[in-house]
């Protein structure tokens, strides 16, 4: 009888044919059949080792359990792997007073660790602390991009001296400061400008002398020449378009992915746009027939973006990944009519500010100033794309003793120069991400080019899975590998002999079976635990030869469908071959027999050729063999015909839009092409619409005479 009860609570912890789950914790309601499988379901999960530890009848998945349960159980060997930390780079904050030696950008260091490898286990999470000190004399690269618009035409006379004036300001703040020019107007299509010669040439009215329009133009690179700035802005001339929207966002992405071309250096990257008008964004290219979507790529060819006929605006979230990804703060000094619409833009981009510009620009240096105070007096934390299964909390501790969480604790205001904020940051996996290959992720400070890098790896097994003895002892005649306190062997086994064992949604051609480590020291031949005899016990399973009288879960399948709805492959002869159990009819799932009775038990789902699914459980009581049956089949439902035609019915008209669609816009590119060939007959000195009034006919008798 003590084989019957192994070999039945072997069967019940083989995940193919039990959908039961045993009350109590997390732990145990995972059903792990190893160590590895147990400390991923959570952080209060254990292992426990010891090889004496199951009772009889208890499941391998016993073994996980809370730690304080395990112990209550007698367990005095426990498996329970922890998190851990290192710190691979760990370069001090730079203390720097303005005057001193002259550092290089990277030799200056605003967040510290630089770089850390952290050793995950399931749930439970790991802290580490990153400082952050904002440095005295920190270099500035700041960009002037303007709007040269004919409306900015006062402006412009008063950013011809913005050079030196704004180099005498800045250095208050910094020893190392930098500064760049950049002009913007519109794309040189219709209906955005006029391109008609004489306006291509000159697109302002009277006597106005305008240079030709463009889209954006990168006048000079960043320098410390303050005079040199001074100089090529002076020679800049006024130009003109049609629409009242500006092409600004070509020239921000431009700015923003032509490094080499701007010069940023690794410093604080500031951008000044400055405009009094508001601006155009991606679908606005339709306008002119540009469809294809911006590429975020650099376009500039003698200083000049080349492929604003060719591209549509970027989208405000293109905008934002580009100015993210390099490091660029951006300032909108903008006229007071158009402060509600940046303001709103200014929400959408991190690190950015709004300033009111006066009518001609006059302010223009004071709005920079105070534009970079209030955005250097912030830090903001962000990090990479986390891999699936782990996720990240941020706490701030900023001046005045200010603790911040959730999505404030990645942020700290009202910073000044030379002050020291602190960040506590959890990460936490869940099971074993990436099948437990290392991953790693970066956290930065908004606007700075500095990061953090954290290298992720995952425990995903157990310190004895290392420690496995194959081939031992343990294992009946050898075959096996004695691991975590017990030993697990694998099957090689046919498609028929899997059938009815294996639950009908596994398909796999082996299957392991976990048991004590005494089932593996005997097998016997010929066991009555195989129908009629037929086959061998080994580690508690019964290996049976394949016959016409096996007593595999396939046969029992049959015998309670022939028994219990008279259908089935043995409903001819279902009295012969399936009187050796009792058959007990329930109503429902819930009459079940559950597993806290003493004798084991096994719960099995089936589908029959209607595919119709039936419940029921094997038990053996004392020597009596048991079969509580659900005595009602669950058999799908038809198809719900309205559903379907509703969805047929909606296809047909969403394609019918898109077709629509998709005419009306080849239809607008047509109309521009069209009035493109108009325009150009024009400038030749045709007009494609007269037709004269004048109809000549030939006399055909007439010869002239």
Partial sequence: MDLKLLFMSTLFGIICCSSAQQEGNECIKANALSCGE???VGAKCGWCTDTEFLKQGEPTSARCDELESLRKRGCDKIENPHGSQRILKNKAVTNRKKGAEKLRPEDITQ??????SLNLRSGEPQNIKLRFKRAEDYPIDLYYLMDLSYSMKDDLENVKNLGTSLMKEMSKITSDFRIGFGSFVEKT???YISTTPAKLLNPCTGDQNCTSPFSYKNVLKLTSNGQQFNSLVGQQQISGNLDSPEGGFDAIMQVAVCGDHIG?????RLLVFSTDAGFHFAGDGKLGGIVLPNDGKCHLENSMYTMSHYYDYPSIAHLVQKLSENNIQTIFAVTEEFQPVYKELKNLIPKSAVGTLSANSSNVINLIIDAYNSLSSEVILENSKLPEGVTITYQSRCKNGVVNEGENGRKCSNISIGDEVSFNINITAQGCPKQGKPESIKIKPLGFTEEVEILLNFICECECHKHGIKNSDMCHNGNGTFECGFSWKVKQVANTQL???VHPKIKILSIIIHTHVECHKHGIKNSDMCHNGNGTVECGVSQCTLTKHVTGSSCLRECVQCRAFGTGEKKDTCERDCSYFNLIKVKDRDKLP???QAFPLMHCKERDANDCWFYYTYAVNNTEKEVHVVDALECPAGPDIIPI????????????LALLLIWKLLMIIHDRREFAKFEKEKMNGENPIYKSAVTTVIN?????K
């Fill in 700 to 704: 055909p008798k007439y010869e002239g």
């Fill in 111 to 116: 967040i510290q660790p630089q770089k850390l």
């Fill in 594 to 596: 559950q597993p806290v």
């Fill in 38 to 40: 147990c400390i991923q």
């Fill in 499 to 501: 059938k009815g064992i």
């Fill in 645 to 656: 035609v509703a969805g047929v019915v909606t296809g047909i008209v969403l394609i019918g």
């Fill in 264 to 268: 940023w250096r690794n410093v604080t």
């Fill in 189 to 191: 299509v219709m209906p």
